[in-house]
């Protein structure tokens, strides 16, 4: 049974081994830059039963405005982890306690546009792109980035 809880520094080494085996990208990100991004960011941790799946975590805050989501999970549990209550929770931190007027999110395109597909489905709307933003192995990715306002988030 999935279940979650909010996310604590606690949780960070073992969210620091999901995120490399569900985000390729991510090996080039050593543990302490790793704990540093994640100490600012508040969010929920998944399990099953006692086994961490990963994370829908919220950072890069603009007081009053906006803040990015991401989320992370293992492929093996990647389209049967989240629920409507856990969306309810999820979005209430930026849009009911924090009070925010928005919610952000990106993708690189070429190299996780699952994560385009999904974002959609949660209702976020592309706003723009960010030409040759990101950068692996040589090659140059553009970086989509996309919001959802809180009038259009229907997991409230």
């Not at 799946?53 to 805050?61: D, F, H, N």
């Not at 603009?62 to 991401?70: G, L, Q, W």
């Not at 990647?78 to 990106?106: C, D, M």
Request: net charge positive.
């Amino acid at each position: 049974m999935i279940h979650w809880q909010r996310l604590n520094h606690s949780h960070i080494p073992e969210l620091y081994r999901i995120a490399l085996a569900a985000e390729p990208f991510r090996n080039r990100l050593g543990i302490l830059q790793f704990e540093i991004e994640m100490g600012g960011r508040d969010g929920l941790v998944f399990f099953n039963g006692a086994d961490m799946i990963g994370a829908a975590t919220l950072g890069e805050y603009v007081p009053a405005v906006d803040i990015t989501m991401h989320c992370f999970i293992l492929p093996s549990w990647q389209k049967r982890w989240l629920t409507r209550k856990a969306l309810k929770e999820y979005f209430s931190i930026p849009f009911v306690n924090l009070g925010l007027e928005r919610v952000s999110g990106f993708y690189v395109k070429g190299l996780n546009d699952s994560v385009a597909v999904f974002q959609r489905k949660l209702g976020f709307i592309e706003e723009g792109t960010k030409r040759r933003a990101y950068m692996q192995n040589g090659k140059f990715y553009d970086v989509v980035y996309c919001g959802m306002l809180r009038a259009e988030c229907r997991w409230l």
